[in-house]
């Protein structure tokens, strides 16, 4: 007897995948996709893991594929550029097993630095595409997924959004399918895209186009609701229970699909309406292709390409109509900060100090780009902290740099930053790279990786050690220093920005979510001592405001006693409180 029970939307994919028969999960944490592995490790009939990067976890994937299993990766948007090479590849070489890839979009930019769209990436790969639009089909829509990419011998991606992502709704539950493995057989022109080969594997890539665009008309994920014939709407994924909202009267033709369309099932669709529209989030991949085909449809000359959709938006753009929403409540802006107790405040407040810039990476680190920190000056992908500051080398010398450094993460080191400092030594590079080792993967909610001990799994492993790594690839300046000794760290980063070689600054100090250790002491200021001088505040604790009278108060319900503020004090005027 089956089950009912709600779940996120990526805790829906994870129960598609073992539902599915999946035998092999890799991937690399990025918000908005991290929780498909979370919930997948939950599942010991699946083997997950978690890659130091979305290539190598992709790899992973096509490795198990080609054995003859169900395999699964899943990434954010921006990690499908990392893993791009090996994509375009397995689109030609096909699969044994059946291959799915779970690709997060972030409409909105809720933590990603731009809004790429999936299907576009899909479109130049020749990959199909289906996207879901609630939890349920969540788990569905994978486990149609793995007939489709073994039916049709190609990698399957699944679109998913923030908001699907990270909704809930109601999924009922399946017994896990048995697979039985598929055998391996030697087939070089297959599996091996040397030029000779690739060229014919262009023809079968081309023919499977065909074929699904065709029988795309007749699979059960597209669906066809007509209402109120005078409005036509092809929409899919979250966009269309924005519509049905929006407009319940409207026929709705709901792609399951998005690449390659069905395009007789639109062309019959299109017939029957008097206005069609096209509702779908970023970029027109659906309207650019149905107008190509000569059908006259409205898009985004009346819906934008940025950020995410809403019913009122639909309701103003097609209907005219301007929603009431409610201003009653004014919500004060609340710009995102580094916890309280966070060792990259401690390092960035010396590099404040210094005044010294910081060629930055993704992770929290990014937030010393903004007052009272003001260090980070540039984001632009994983690992692209060192490349960029080589660069500046190359471009303006050694004496330009002696005033920066690279800042990057321990699980970004591990993901892309190894490259980077490889590059540095073996094109006789000259600067300083900060690796910030708090011990965790923490913007995305402290995910282990390869440098920390722990597998997904929580199985204790080798825990790769950077500062040995270092020293292997040639960085002879290695130097290990406590983030929140301050003055140690700042005579290093005097030293090491001055000379004519490379060095490399790893500031250990575990993250103040991740140390599940009680409190054990928290600082409070001496008023009669305090002179007010504010050098307490420059970091920007959270636990350390003034108040209307000029005084400095530690807020004891956030301070976790991490001492960057007595450091910093002068005056004594900051003390040690003992905690039972």
Not at 24 to 40: L, Q
Not at 158 to 178: A, F, K, P, W, Y
Request: glycine share 8%; net charge negative; hydrophobic share 40%.
């Amino acid at each position: 007897m089956s089950e009912k029970v709600i779940m996120l939307g990526n805790e829906a994919f994870a129960r598609g995948a073992y539902e599915a028969g999946c035998k092999v999960s890799a991937a690399y944490p990025g918000t908005p996709s991290t929780e498909i592995s979370e919930n997948i490790v939950k599942y010991d009939e699946i083997y997950s893991e978690w890659s130091p990067n979305e290539k190598v976890a992709l790899e992973v994937a096509i490795g198990a594929s080609i054995s003859g299993v169900r395999a699964l990766a899943s990434m954010k948007h921006v990690g499908l550029n990392v893993a791009a090479d090996p994509l375009f590849t397995v689109s030609y070489s096909g699969v044994n097993g059946g291959l799915v890839i779970i690709v997060a979009d972030d409409p909105g930019l809720y933590s990603s630095q731009n809004e790429q769209d999936t299907r576009a990436v899909a479109r130049a790969a020749k990959i199909p595409v289906l996207e879901p639009s609630d939890s349920s089909e969540a788990k569905e829509f994978v486990k149609f997924a793995y007939e489709l990419s073994e039916k049709y011998d190609t990698p399957v991606i699944i679109r998913t959004t923030t908001r699907l992502s990270h909704s809930q709704g109601m999924v009922e539950l399946n017994d896990r399918m048995e697979i039985e493995d598929k055998t391996y057989v030697r087939d070089i022109a297959k599996y091996v895209m040397m030029p000779g080969n690739a060229k014919g594997r262009h023809l079968v890539v081309e023919s499977r186009e065909l074929a699904l665009m065709k029988d795309g008309c007749d699979f059960p994920i597209n669906q066809v609701e007509y209402k109120d014939k005078k409005i036509g709407v092809i929409t899919s994924g979250i966009p269309y229970q924005y519509v049905k909202e929006a407009l319940p009267e409207a026929s709705v033709l709901k792609l399951g699909m998005v690449n390659p369309l069905p395009r007789k099932l639109i062309e019959e669709f299109a017939s029957k309406v008097e206005t069609l529209y096209i509702v779908e989030e970023l970029d027109p991949i659906i309207e650019e292709q149905v107008k190509s085909w000569g059908i006259q449809a409205v898009g985004k000359e009346i819906l934008t390409v940025q950020g995410e959709y809403s019913a009122n938006l639909l309701r103003k753009a097609i209907k005219g109509e301007n929603p009431f929403i409610s201003s009653a409540v004014s919500v004060v802006n609340r710009p995102p900060i580094l916890c309280p107790g966070c060792p990259h405040r401690s390092v960035f407040s010396v590099l404040n100090r210094l005044k010294i810039h910081a060629a930055g990476d993704i992770g929290c680190y990014t937030l010393g780009a903004v007052a009272p920190l003001s260090v980070i000056d540039t984001t632009i992908c994983m690992g692209a902290s060192i490349s960029t500051l080589h660069g500046m080398e190359k471009a303006k010398g050694k004496d330009y740099i002696k005033n920066w450094v690279a800042v990057i993460g321990d699980s970004t080191f591990m993901h892309t930053g190894i490259n980077s400092l490889i590059n540095m030594v073996y094109n006789k590079s000259t600067g300083t790279v900060m690796i910030l080792d708090n011990s965790t993967t923490g913007m995305t909610g402290h995910q282990d990786h390869a440098a920390t001990g722990k597998t997904l799994k929580g199985d204790s492993t080798y825990s790769i050690d950077m500062e040995a790594l270092c020293r292997a690839i040639g960085v002879s300046n290695v130097y290990v220093v406590n983030a929140f000794d301050t003055d140690k760290l700042e005579t290093v980063i005097k030293e090491a920005t001055q000379m004519d070689e490379i060095a490399v600054i790893i500031a250990k100090a575990p993250c103040a979510l991740l140390d599940k250790a009680p409190v054990t002491k928290q600082y409070r200021i001496l008023d009669e001592v305090c002179k007010r001088c504010g050098m307490c505040m420059k970091p920007g604790c959270p636990a350390i405001t003034k108040k209307e009278d000029g005084s400095i108060h530690i807020n004891d319900t956030m301070c976790n006693g991490c001492g960057l503020c007595e450091s910093l004090c002068k005056f004594n005027a900051i003390e040690e409180v003992k905690l039972k």
